[in-house]
Nanobody, 126 residues
Framework: QVQLVESGGGLVQAGGSLRLSCAASERTFTTYPVGWFRQAPGKERELVSGISRSGGYKYYSDSVKGRFTISRDDAKATVYLQMSSLKLEDTAVYYC???????????????????WGQGTQVTVSS
């Protein structure tokens, strides 16, 4: 079973940037569709970005489109989320999640993802 470890969260001023990393325990991570979710206090967990195993399909929620970029480095078994022009409302715990190998990358519900990291806090200050 693949294990996911997020890193890169922290405190940043509004307008700043952060890059989150999601490192997998298996080199076969290349076969897993991956998503980045976030959950703010009192809110449901939401998908902000997803990427297919090939990287040819990428999804962004309307709230982050144009500001966040998802990518993957299969040699490092790592998926990244580059976050720019951060806003106060981006404050949340960010989770990396993966679906089973060779499944569709277009799932948007948290329940459709099978493997989860522990989360990393992103706090945007004014």
């Amino acid at each position: 079973q693949v294990q996911l470890v997020e890193s890169g969260g922290g405190l940043v001023q509004a307008g700043g940037s952060l890059r989150l990393s999601c490192a997998a325990s298996e080199r076969t991570f290349t076969t897993y569709p991956v998503g980045w979710f976030r959950q703010a206090p009192g809110k449901e967990r939401e998908l902000v970005s997803g990427i297919s195993r090939s990287g040819g399909y990428k999804y962004y929620s309307d709230s982050v489109k144009g500001r966040f970029t998802i990518s993957r480095d299969d040699a490092k078994a790592t998926v990244y989320l580059q976050m720019s022009s951060l806003k106060l409302e981006d404050t949340a715990v960010y989770y990396c999640a993966a679906r089973r190998p060779f499944t569709s990358p277009t799932a948007t519900r948290a329940a459709d993802y099978d493997y989860w990291g522990q989360g990393t806090q992103v706090t945007v200050s004014s």
